[in-house]
């Protein structure tokens, strides 16, 4: 027979004569002449119960289940006879798959969120984290279906490169030169010896590969691992996350506002819609005002405001910030906060911010000092979305370049864009971690990535 998910069993219509199903035992308890146990699969946030009586030729040994045990079990499917459950299943056949020794550590019991990333490969089995990683899964179908229904075309692009997008310098290098005895050049590590003959990093956006693309195929988008050798050990940085990056040819920064307040505002609805079960445990054990976060992040015309005006709402709030507020300083997540939870109480996208804060790819403003430079901010997360409209006028960009002392030599094929048939175009940023945290009022990134990589930490 084949195996039937439980999610679908707790949502069937109808009793059924024989069902088989396979998962892993949460609880087990005895009465008399019968057991009673919880079976998840991983496919629902709900367990399904199982009724064992003593007439099974291994009763014994189903006596003898454990938390953690895998088995498979056939029976019928019934409505119970208990509360809590709308359906039971009324076992003819348990089969013991594997029994788990006594000392499981994912006991029926909450256990610290801390404890549970130094057994990353078991917390996946208990509720909060198999809800979390059923909205990841989720969600990146959401977004798949979102980019698609828009005509969309999907890039798969680079993650070795020798291109820095932001030019911070935090990136992983690759090599495979012996580091112990490297070939030398003049001091340093010779890499024309190497594997790709130069310099290879891990890739910290796909942007770049983007660009090239939405100026032959019209509109693309990436959706991949990005890398960043930040040392900042904050429950908001990873040195390993998933980024969502549209690219659109022929959009200028009002479109480009236009399509992240429509991702934003339709992925929160999938979520609202596709995981409510899921979003239920998370309203109700982590953050009791998500449901209302959501809805207002869904349903809200969002607040668009210059960057000049958004520091002279900061600067006159009476407010005392941690981090200063004024021109030419950029946002910190206090202040982000401050505008979407207090001031606006709505999400809020800032736009036009000062050429010196910012990369030299976004296109400088006719004030000769900005950049047309969007974020979208949500509240209890701030800035979602990170994006500009693209310098498309290659005297312009290269004046950038020159002006930020870049070589302009490794990027040739960057301004050879700009001399053939370069057209506006713009682009965003998602941080699909963030946008988890939001959805799911988690407060770490390290919680809502299977494996997370941070300073000091590659275990798994």
Known sequence: MERTKIFELLNSDDSMEQVLIKGWVRTRRDSKGFSFIEINDGSSLKNIQVVADEKLPNYADVKQLSTGSAIA???????????????????????????????????????????LRTIAHLRPRTNKYGAAFRIRSELAYGIHTFFRERGFRYLHSPILTGSDCEGAGELFRVTTLDLSKPPLKEGKADYAQDFFGTEANLTVSGQLSAEMFALALGDVYTFGPTFRA?????????????????????????????????????????????????????????????MATLENIAQSDYIRLPYREAVDILGQSGKKFEYPVGFGNDLQTEHERFLTEEHFKKPVIVYDYPKSIKPFYMRVNDDGETVGAMDVLVPRIGEIIGGSQREERLEVLEARMEEMKMDKAPMWWYLDARRYGSVPHSGFGLGFERFLMMITGIRNIRDVIPFPRTPQNIEF
């Open 73 to 115: 079990v056939g029976g019928s499917l019934v409505a119970s006879q208990g509360g809590g459950q709308r359906w039971e299943i009324q076992a003819d056949d348990v089969q013991i798959i594997h029994l788990a020794p006594e000392d499981y550590q994912l006991q029926k019991k909450r256990h610290t969120d801390e404890f």
């Open 230 to 290: 930040e040392n900042s050990n904050t429950r908001r940085h990873a040195a390993e996350f998933w980024m969502v990056e549209p690219e659109m040819a022929f959009c200028d920064l009002d479109g480009n506002m236009d399509l992240g307040e429509e991702l934003i505002r339709e992925l929160t609805t999938y979520a609202i819609d596709n995981c409510a079960d899921d979003l239920e445990l998370f309203a109700r054990w982590v953050d009791k005002t998500l």
